[in-house]
């Protein structure tokens, strides 16, 4: 049996209300008042493809090892390098094996469901045991357009395997079509579209339900044979007229995100595809549908290993954990369109030494550490000697990765000097409940949120971005627990 072993998601901690920016926006054009109503989830400073990609695969894996997965497929349209594997990147975050598969997916909003398909294949030719599927997109909508209302952000992460599947893969059914609605070269920022009209009327509604007929043909099924159909169609009306059109239930079409998290490209399918896992029983039908430069149509039946599936915050969590981001004026600077006096301080910023990377490798990639052998103790950075004054040992060291640990505060600056984005800048002492210390950035909170003693866990952030020699550093930062409901 080949099928989802796993699953889970991440959804930003901010969001911003679709009327915050009508009010700085509306006067340019009105008749996107249409769709100023909800919210959307919108990724911190320090965010982007591959952090999101990161933390939805953590919340997939749950505290499992990743030392057995044998690959990792990312899809997205904005991932950060065109000439850097960003799923080596992310795979190095997770300290996956070395001997691991990667590739990028990319170019085009099926490029989640793409990845899936052929982590399935990979996995049913025996090519790999098991392969973890991550979709991440944070797509930019020029200030005052219909794609700066809808355009949210957030990843999915899906396990592919053989032992304990959930979520059995029975086929798919894909359509290729160049049909020309969202675009962007690779000199461009913001995401063009075609009337809008054109993109309803000819692409959703015939590309969609042609890939739906396509494989209810091809395996012999009708609609009312599944217990929930993931159509990923942003525009909530296209979707609903598409789903009367296929003759399915419309309490089986399930929610496509936008009242509260938004478009999140090629993402989406697999965000709405976790959303319904969390609510499946046994025996379950679920039809994916993917849309972009055509579509593709996936088939997958819930087993009873559902019930045993320990899992993450998911969907459901994520969307209980929030923080209105209540600036327009911020979320700009936040994705770098509106240019911000940053200070002598801020302009004072050394080179990234890619040697150095590349000699710390899993120091920096993925928090990685080192524990003695001899007494247990874990210590950070790589050390030949014990630190642990009653032991000393020399050279007997093992691996040990600090990024999935549980820490807690001992001290911790709000710095109103120090250049940050977000004033102030907010960093402490963490010391880690299995033991070992270290000094990290703090994100995702307010300075009025921390006290010592708050437990902490670690995220995968870009610390900054070296836009004149075109890379970015990325490193580990240190979130409040109570902000991720994981208490207890």
């Known amino acids: 049996m080949i099928g989802i072993t796993s699953y889970g998601a991440y959804i930003p901690y901010y969001r911003l209300k679709r009327d915050i920016i009508f009010a700085a926006m509306g006067w340019f054009n009105s008749g996107n008042a249409s769709v100023s109503r909800g919210e959307k989830a919108v ?43 960003n799923s080596a990147i992310c795979a190095a975050a997770l300290s996956l094996k070395p001997d691991v598969r990667t590739a990028d997916f990319n170019a085009c909003l099926r490029a989640g469901t793409s990845a899936l398909i052929s982590a399935c294949e990979a996995v049913n030719m025996n090519s790999v045991d098991n392969l973890l599927v991550c979709a991440s997109d944070s797509r930019q909508g020029k200030p005052g357009s219909h794609f700066e209302y ?13 032992e304990n599947v959930v979520a059995e893969f029975k086929g798919c059914y894909s359509l290729s079509h160049d049909f020309i609605d969202y675009r962007r070269l690779q ?33 012999q099924l009708k609609i009312d044979d599944f217990a929930s159909v993931v159509i990923s169609c942003p525009d909530s009306k296209s979707l609903s007229k598409i789903g009367k059109g296929i003759g399915i239930n419309p309490e089986k079409l399930q929610d496509n995100l936008m009242s509260n998290v938004g478009d999140t490209g090629a993402a989406l399918p697999l965000m709405m595809l976790v959303s319904a896992l969390e609510k499946a029983s046994a ?20 087993t009873e290993e559902i019930d045993k599936l320990k899992s993450g915050l998911g969907i459901k969590g994520h969307l209980n954990l929030k923080e209105d981001l209540d600036n ?115 994100t995702d909170c307010d300075l009025a949120d921390l006290k010592v003693g708050s437990k902490m866990k670690m995220s995968f952030r870009r610390r900054y971005a070296d836009k004149k020699r075109s890379v970015f550093a990325y490193f580990w930062k240190a979130v409040p627990i109570k902000n991720v409901n994981l208490e207890g």
């Open 150 to 162: 809808t355009f949210g952000d957030g990843a999915a992460a899906l396990m592919v395997g053989r």
């Open 283 to 302: 025996g379950d039908k679920i039809m994916v549908v993917s849309y972009g430069s055509g579509s593709d149509a996936l088939f997958f039946e819930v």
């Open 187 to 219: 000199e461009d920022r913001f995401v063009r579209g075609w009337e809008e009209r054109w993109i309803k009327d000819e692409g959703y509604a015939k590309i969609i339900p042609q890939a739906v007929s396509g494989l209810l043909k091809k395996y």
């Open 43 to 85: 990724t911190n400073h320090d965010e982007d493809t591959l952090t999101m990609a990161v933390s939805a695969a953590i919340d997939c894996l749950n505290g499992r090892e990743g030392n057995a997965i044998g690959g990792l497929y990312l899809g997205s349209t904005t991932a950060p390098y065109l000439e850097r594997l």
């Open 328 to 442: 327009y004026s911020k979320y700009l600077v936040y994705r770098d369109i509106l240019p911000m006096e940053i200070g002598i301080r801020g302009e004072e910023m050394p080179p990234l030494r890619l040697s150095v990377m590349n000699r710390e490798g899993q120091t920096m990639a993925a928090l990685q550490g080192c524990r003695c052998k001899a007494c247990g103790t874990p210590q950070f950075p790589k050390q030949r000697t014990c630190i642990n004054p009653e032991c000393g040992v020399i050279d007997q060291m093992e691996e040990y990765s600090f990024h999935d640990k549980i820490g807690r505060i001992k001290s911790f600056t709000g710095d109103n000097l120090a250049y940050s984005i977000s004033p102030p800048a907010i960093y402490g002492l963490i010391d880690f409940d299995e033991g070992g210390r270290l000094y990290l950035d703090i």
